[in-house]
């Protein structure tokens, strides 16, 4: 990110690299140079449905598939209105262009470097398609809070009662998998903004994970890999050019980009009312945390600050211990403003509307990873269909010890034992030295925003017991 005089007390710098502004001129005179005589692909998008806060995109790639990509996962100007298109930012990619870390004032020969002042973006040294959509993520995440509308790293789906849902999750929490529910509307399954008239995508596609993907287990994602005109990135074809979508031996990371229109229930507007609630997804590895729990405002500011979800170890035998993750805003790489801005918009946000705030634990029970088992997706998809309607708001609740937040004794159509994770533990005194490792995690992460945030926030912190 370019250090100016207008970024310099925006920008969270702990978590943004800086370069200077005479090395990023010299990286974009070496850009255009680079371009010269290429056949070059141009596409004028816009990220943000809704017109008010929506970013005019120019996209400039080397590669054709690229522009493909781009032109997927943004949202595409009606025809008319691209002879008037004005755009606010440019994003030039050049996977062949090779940086020099002395002269362009960067780490690596890949690079990635941001000017939010004149809305500039330079990639190059990498075919990651990713990239082009996290700037985009990345501008959008610095300009809206001036206007007090939220970014937000999250799916989105509404009711048919006009009822709109967020998702916040880390990777691997089921964030796609959960919104994609065929009694509802998807908005968009990875990035939203919340303004005055509601949450509305910034984008129009989707860019969903394809490893072992399956059409018995996600049946609407594995139908767009079929289709004319998604793109498959990092995906292995056998001899017939069939997709094999269970071969990781380029990597885990093989994706699908497709525009939203090809899922059956999307919206078409990308827009919806306000939130009537809010889940926050983890996957637990060590079995503490229940399969849902209902927060309050000051308590939802603090896990959204956390970001938490747990990494299984890898799978050689013997390696049984989980790894706590901690993403600030359930999105730290894409946030250039200190996490203690958003999170105050949000809990403004939440306060206005009323809204209720869920923590949904789609990770282990009955013992942390290697003794336990993963959560029944049945079980949770109950519990979410309870709190999206309502009726779990009338359950009878306790108070969680260790973490403070309230848990439903029961809900219809779930196996009850399942909502009090202790009791799902043989080894009683195991869970509470797990649930005691996993609060001190918390409280440790959480030292570095304590002075960001007032005392009811402080106050929600989890207790050891």
Excluded at 86 to 97: A, G, H, N, Q, V
Excluded at 347 to 354: D, N, Q, T, V, W
Aim: some cysteine; glycine content about 8%.
């Amino acid at each position: 990110v370019v250090r100016t005089a207008d970024t310099e007390n925006k920008v969270w710098w702990d978590n943004n690299k800086p370069m200077d502004q005479k090395s990023f001129d010299t990286l974009y005179a070496d850009f255009i140079e680079h371009a010269q005589g290429k056949e070059l692909f141009v596409q004028d998008l816009v990220g943000g449905a809704d017109e008010a806060n929506s970013l005019p995109t120019r996209v400039i790639t080397e590669f054709a598939w690229h522009n493909l990509f781009i032109r997927n996962l943004l949202i595409r100007p009606e025809r008319s209105a691209l002879a008037s298109f004005l755009p606010k930012m440019t994003i030039i990619d050049l996977p062949s262009f090779k940086a020099d870390p002395a002269r362009h004032g960067c780490r690596t020969e890949t690079v990635i470097a941001v000017d939010l002042t004149r809305m500039i973006v330079l990639i190059g040294g990498t075919s990651y398609a990713g990239e082009m959509k996290k700037s985009v993520f990345t501008a959008l995440n610095y300009l809206l809070p001036e206007s007090k509308v939220m970014p937000m790293h999250c799916s989105a789906n509404v009711g048919p009662a006009g009822d709109s849902a967020v998702f916040f999750g880390l990777s691997g929490t089921g964030k796609t998998t959960l919104s994609a529910d065929p009694s509802r509307t998807l908005i968009g399954d990875d990035e939203h903004g919340w303004g005055a008239d509601g949450i509305f995508n910034f984008e129009g596609g989707c860019y969903a994970k394809t490893i072992r993907l399956s059409a018995e287990a996600e049946p609407e994602i594995f139908a767009t890999t079929q289709r004319f005109g998604t793109v498959l990135e990092n995906v292995v074809l056998d001899e017939n050019r069939v997709p094999d979508f269970d071969d990781g031996s380029l990597t885990e990371n093989t994706r699908c980009a497709y525009p939203l229109h090809f899922i059956p229930n999307a919206s078409a507007t990308g827009k919806a009312g306000h939130p009537k609630n809010i889940i926050m997804l983890t996957a637990d590895a060590f079995g503490v945390m229940p399969p849902i729990a209902r927060m309050t405002p000051a308590q939802a500011m603090y896990h959204f600050l956390s970001g938490y979800t747990a990494k299984v170890a890898g799978t050689e035998k013997g390696v049984t211990e989980p790894e706590a993750t901690f993403s600030t805003c359930f999105g730290a790489p894409f946030m250039p403003r200190h996490p203690s801005e958003y999170g105050n918009l949000l809990r403004e946000l939440i306060a206005e509307h009323g809204v209720t705030c869920w923590l949904v634990n789609t990770g282990w029970t009955g013992g942390a990873y290697g003794t336990g088992r993963r959560m029944p997706i049945k079980a949770t998809r109950a519990l979410l269909t309870a709190a999206l309607d309502g009726s779990l708001n009338k359950a009878e609740f306790r108070v969680d010890p260790s973490f403070g937040f309230e848990v439903p004794v029961a809900v219809h159509d779930v196996d009850t034992a399942i909502l009090d994770p202790r009791s799902t533990w043989d080894d009683k005194a195991g869970y509470d030295a797990q649930a005691a490792k996993l609060v001190g995690m918390f409280i440790d992460n959480f030292a570095k925003f304590e002075p960001h945030v007032d005392g009811a926030v402080k106050d929600a912190a989890p207790k050891a017991a």
